[in-house]
């Protein structure tokens, strides 16, 4: 029997209870893809809701990591400088920078205007980096060529804010900030500590109604709010998907008698008007 408010059909709504250890295939900590031994089916007439109603899952991503931990330089010759994955401060960023350049740049932060300043022995520009929201030099590179360079915004630290859980083998007309069609079910706010574990327990779970008839598996995407996939190093979560039915609606327009009537209506007035502005000719 039915058993949600939600679920107007026969279909006995159901759960999909996920650990991510129990994955058919581990693609990453982030990526896994689950296969049912009994596939989710919409008979004919019937469409998929579907919604996340809890998530457990640790703090354990760093706030450098492989997406955005690196800085390339050019001062004569060209130095991609990556510093190791990991949680950092903004002291131990610059020191961490200031030993892998092996060019003339020194890298300090100012404490009172929470920036980061480059300093050359000679000219040179910083061409790119992929920490450029950390170090604040997001939408100035590359750099005129000098010998300093202060960021003009202040740092960013903050890591993952934001965690999205994407079903990737789903079609959802959600859309992202872009407007692009987006297959995210939820946004969870990350806004423990790391080490702390993140509870979601959404006070309204939000359902989606999905194009497919049909779910055999269930392939799970978590990324950061720069879509990035995030790395748990090593760490595994826990959630639970609610699946519903509803009967399709489709949406027409009903030719009653009453249209008919104020279509016909409409017809003659026009059809007067016309004559009106066109009389004919007397014949003498």
Known sequence: MPNHALNDTHIASQAIFIDSNDATLSISDAEKIFYLNSPIIAPAGVRILIGLTNLTIPNSIYNFNSSNNQITFTQGSTQVV?????????????????????????????????????????????????????????????????????????????????????????SLNNLDSRGKTSNIIASIVNNVNYGDYIFYTPPEVLYFMINEQQLSHIDLELTDQEGNVVDLNGSSFNMTLSVHFVRQREMSVSSNRILAEIQNREIEEEAKGTTEANPKQETK
């Open 82 to 170: 990556t510093i190791t994955a990991g949680n950092y401060s903004a002291s131990s960023l610059v020191d961490a920078l200031n030993t892998a350049i092996t060019l003339d740049i020194t890298v300090s932060f100012d404490e009172d205007q929470a920036d980061f300043s480059f300093t050359g022995g000679s000219a040179f520009t910083i061409d790119s980096a992929t920490m450029s929201r950390q170090l604040g030099l997001k939408d100035q590179l590359p750099t005129a060529s000098g010998t300093t360079y202060t960021a003009t915004q202040v740092c960013d630290f903050a890591g993952a804010t934001n965690l999205y859980v994407r079903i990737r083998n789903v």
